[in-house]
Nanobody, 123 residues
Framework: QVQLVETGGGLVQAGDSLRLSCAAS????????AGWFRQAPGKHSEFVAS????????KYTDSVKGRFTISRDNARNTVFLQMNRLKPEDTAVYYC????????????????WGQGTQVTVSS
């Protein structure tokens, strides 16, 4: 079982930036796709971004393209989400995910999830 710990959430104003980090336990992190999901109050969780094991392939949901950047440091077992030009609709609990069934793309049904970090964007 892998453990994922997210940090970096907080309360910011619209237009500000935040950088989320996710540290993974174990020594197999570098083999798997990693990503981020989020869940806003009263809504289902949604995919935000994914990155392949070698960082060659990234994917984003349309609403964050051009504002968010996912990256990873396999030497530190860490995945990041740089969030710029934040909007109130980005307010959610953000969850890190590691998909041990894929090296390319994270899917929610097969991934391990962290406990989440709250991001709140005020208008």
């Amino acid at each position: 079982q892998v453990q994922l710990v997210e940090t970096g959430g907080g309360l910011v104003q619209a237009g500000d930036s935040l950088r989320l980090s996710c540290a993974a336990s174990g020594n197999t992190f570098m083999s798997y796709a990693a990503g981020w999901f989020r869940q806003a109050p009263g809504k289902h969780s949604e995919f935000v971004a994914s990155i392949s094991w070698d960082s060659d392939y990234t994917k984003y949901t349309d609403s964050v393209k051009g504002r968010f950047t996912i990256s990873r440091d396999n030497a530190r077992n860490t995945v990041f989400l740089q969030m710029n030009r934040l909007k109130p609709e980005d307010t959610a609990v953000y969850y890190c995910a590691l998909d041990r069934q894929s090296g390319v793309l994270v899917t929610s049904s097969s991934a391990d999830w962290g406990q989440g970090t709250q991001v709140t964007v005020s208008s």
